[in-house]
């Protein structure tokens, strides 16, 4: 099969569904094998399924990004069913929160940093002595507008996203001189299950997003998925440490 990723392994983590299924979709057509992690099994399942009957090469694997045990099995199972070692990893999977800064837990904190940034980070070094030995690899991390420009009802969500944008760029500087690339891309706002749970959340905030867009649209996960194949493709090969706004322009927005 011929395309931008051709011979190369993709894992996209939170594949079940939104823009982690949008890509893995993107980069089957591109031509790679594709890997598939989520905790949600029925829907990873059936996403695994609709890939498959497109004669896309693909795996998938249940798994916790936020236990290393559990990372090591999955990319294990993932490495031996696609018969090589992952060459690009896309760190989608993401967890929403809208607590008050005042009275949460320790727990609340943590559910979200383990999922937003410490499970990019298990699973970035689980692939990554391979992409090292081999000279080849591309990571690209799915942030978030709120990494840099955020919002009341944010916390810490938007701590963690700017996290994730330094981790990009500190890890981009630490493996450059072996040839792996690692980018981040900051989506607006994407239709998908988080953005209706945040708008079912903070009242009249959809008719906003939707008035303040310079676009005037909500984007698709496929706007995202486009240019994420773009970043872990050879056609980014000179781009690392980048952060790619898919925003419809709301991140260059003073008013």
């Known amino acids: 099969m011929t395309g931008r990723l051709a011979n190369e392994v993709v894992l996209v983590t939170g594949a079940a569904r939104g823009i982690g299924r949008a890509v893995a979709v993107k980069a089957a057509q591109e031509g790679a ?5 989520d905790i949600l099994a029925d829907q990873l399942t059936a996403t695994t399924a609709e890939l498959a009957e497109t004669g896309a090469k693909v795996a998938a694997a249940v798994g916790d990004i936020t236990d290393e045990v559990s990372v090591r099995q999955a990319v294990g199972k993932l490495t031996d069913d696609l018969g090589g070692p992952v060459t690009v990893l896309v760190n989608n999977a993401g967890k929403n929160s809208y607590a008050d800064p005042a009275t949460m837990s320790v727990a609340e904190w943590d559910d979200v940093f383990d999922v ?49 944008v330094g981790m990009t760029r500190s890890l981009a500087l630490d493996v450059a001189q072996h040839n792996v690339r690692v980018n981040a891309v900051s989506p607006g706002y994407i239709a998908t299950d988080l953005l ?13 997003a939707l008035g303040v867009h310079p676009l005037g649209r909500i984007g698709t996960p496929e706007n995202v998925a486009e240019v994420v194949c773009f970043l872990a493709s050879e056609a980014a090969a000179f781009v690392t440490g980048a952060n790619w706004a898919v925003d419809g322009g709301l991140g260059i927005r003073y008013a």
Not at 124 to 138: A, E, K, T, Y
Not at 196 to 208: L, Q, W
Request: charged share 20%; aromatic share 8%.
């Open 33 to 37: 094998a594709v890997a598939l992690v």
């Open 116 to 164: 937003d940034l410490k499970g990019a980070f298990l699973m970035s070094r689980q692939v990554l002595q391979p992409m090292i030995d081999n000279r080849h690899g591309s990571i690209v991390n799915i942030a978030s507008i709120h990494s840099k420009l955020t919002q009341a009802g944010m916390f810490p969500y938007a701590a963690a996203k700017s996290g994730l």
């Open 196 to 208: 209706e749970e945040f708008f079912d959340t903070i009242p009249g905030e959809r008719e906003k």
